[in-house]
């Protein structure tokens, strides 16, 4: 490491929100590039920066900044030169050299202590004097911030989000209870608070402590699924987070409800424990589908009449599940439609629309992913739209403040068809439905048997199980499906039944390898040469399955490995390190979190925006359009070519997508599968992964490896149990009298 001390002579770039700057510092006789986290810093300004040179395949020599450190200017014309630079809002050249000039090297201390003095300069009335003494105060409260959080591993950047968030009171809240960042700071989670606390000396049997451990157990347990957990298996993972006894833990329980943090429900004499929003969820969702489900008298001969010219005009012919569906539709507010593939479920949404528009109704079409959306535009032939969009997201937080469209301002239609259920989560629900006005029809349409969505809740489950609603089960698969071995082994797989691994089908292909090395490169051949022309697609469509993220045939090094053959380096082809991925041009890349304020733009040829929107969503696929070094960003072109542009702090969004984990292929259909399986933990190999996996492909699954893991997968009917309360609040509606 080396120190490089003088001036802040030219500011190039600087990101107000990560401190990130590229400016020209003048040491000595040298004018150098820097660049790094600094926050705050202004032209002119005198600093000690810690760091290394390193060379840019750009831009050249530069020096990388790891920390910094800010000096007074001691002499008269480094004071001059820092007032000069616009570090104080107010003071240009011609006053800094006026106050220079009538307090000369006591500048800084006339400011600091006695800012009334400087009226006595010419241009400078009492106000403005008190104005630039505010701004020399909280430049250099903000210093003392940074300096007193570094000594506790504090980063720069979370130290200017805790100083904005407290002020001057950060140090109160850091002595007494760290835990209120976990609470109050995004980006503070309780591990970093505890390690804050632990440095404080903040004891380990701590009430805030205990408190803050229970909040975050369940945080952790709603990113699993749960939106509620048992107590005793809540007091355990709290046990083994906080190195407490659960007896000392349980007592916080009662306090926590108290101050509305959690909410206790007791179920078949079993206390369950949430966090209160998702309690609320639950119950406010419950309420709504309950005001949904209303009975419409209309005539069946006449619903009979309707259904039959519809077959006739379109040449569709429904079956009697089908036809009973779309009388369910006719006659209640809120119908449930569930099927496996090939069993109709399309035929079906579109008998329902057409029914609708000859009756002169507005309908909304709506999925939870673009993909899926897509899909289901192009199957219908009406547009469909993500349900954030169909909701107008605003890039707010989750929830009322997110979406334009809520209890106030509800959508305006007579129908909405939801298909893709089974990846809906309580948060998206309760938000569409805060949206739909009793008398509107909402019509439900999913694959139960599929894995639950990634987001807390099981909510497709959860309502057909409660018995509250109207359900309709397809379950015959259709004579053109039955000709896809895809259709007819993912419904085998379903009911636990033996697939046949011969490979005579055209569709369905079991490669037997033993090897994890052999299984991966099986892989390679088949999407660079083998599949391309057998499902007329590009490479980059074929996707790569896996059940894991981790081990041989996980998605970590699936990724890396796919990178290194179907995206190689390439001169021509920018990169951006991040932690152990590398970023390319040309990758495929997949968004791995919700981000509600990441704005997006549509751009026509010449580059211009035709549209606009905000929100990326946890599983969107895309690929890298371009990385820019000066600019740090990495713009990725999503689905409908949506273009987006990440900082680089902003790709630890981002993942490769080469291979995926079957859970984030949900709600996907792409022209072909790769699904690589060797070994794996029981719970997650089991029926429901396998099925889901299977299901995703439009033209042909080849599976590559065990088939000894093949029929366990099918034997294993075990799945990851999800702890959610929307079934119980449905029962307990139903049972009021």
Known sequence: METLSGYVEHIIFQNSDNGYAVLNFVSGEEEVTCVGILHGVSEGEMLELTGEYTTHPSYGRQFKVQSFGVKSPEDVLSIERYLASGAIKGIGAALAARI??????????????????????????????????????????????????????????????????????????????????????????????????????????????????????????????????????????????????????????????????????????????????????????????????VSYDVPQIEIETRIRAIEKGTGMELDQMQAEAVKESVCNGLVVITGGPGTGKTTTINTIIRYFELEGMDIFLAAPTGRAAKRMSETTGFEARTIHRMLELNGGIEGNEGFERNEQNPLETDVIIVDEMSMVDISLMYALLKAVVAGTRLILVGDVNQLPSVGPGSVLRDIIESERFHVVRLNKIFRQAAQSDIVVNAHRINRGEEVALDNKSMDFFFLKRFDANVIISVVLQLIQQKLPKFVEAKPFDIQVLTPMRKGLLGVERLNNILQRYLNPQDGSKKEREHGDMVFREGDKVMQVKNNYQLEWEIRSRYGLAIDKGTGVFNGDMGKIHSIDDYQEIVTVEFEEGRMVDYSFKQVEELELAYAITIHKSQGSEYPAVVIPLLTGPRMLMNRNLLYTAVTRAKRCVTLVGDDSTFQGMIENVSEQKRYTGLKACLEAAFSVP
Do not use: W
Not at 130 to 153: D, P, S, T, V
Not at 206 to 222: E, K, M
């Open 100 to 293: 220079v000039r009538e307090f000369k090297e006591d500048t800084f201390r006339i400011m600091e202590e006695e800012p009334e003095r400087l009226a006595e300069v010419k241009g400078i009335s009492e106000r403005k004097a008190m104005e630039i003494a505010g701004q020399m105060e909280e430049k250099r409260g903000l210093r003392q911030a940074m300096l007193f959080l570094q000594q506790y591993g504090i980063s720069q950047t979370l130290s200017v989000k805790i100083y904005r968030t407290y002020g001057q009171e950060l140090y109160t809240i850091l002595k007494e209870n760290p835990y209120r960042l976990a609470d109050d700071i995004q980006g503070v989670g309780f591990r970093i608070a505890d390690e804050i606390a632990a440095k404080v000396g903040i004891h380990t049997d701590s009430d805030f402590r205990i408190r803050s451990g229970i909040l975050y157990v369940l945080q952790q347990a709603a990113a699993e699924g749960h939106t509620c957990l048992p107590q005793e298996v809540l007091s355990h993972r709290a046990e083994e987070l906080l190195g407490i006894e659960a007896q000392y833990i349980e007592k916080h329980y009662m306090d926590l409800a108290i101050d509305k943090k959690v909410m206790i429900k007791e179920r078949e004499g079993i206390p369950f424990i949430y966090a209160s929003g998702f309690y609320y969820m639950e119950m406010n969702t419950a309420a709504m589908l309950c005001a949904l489900d």
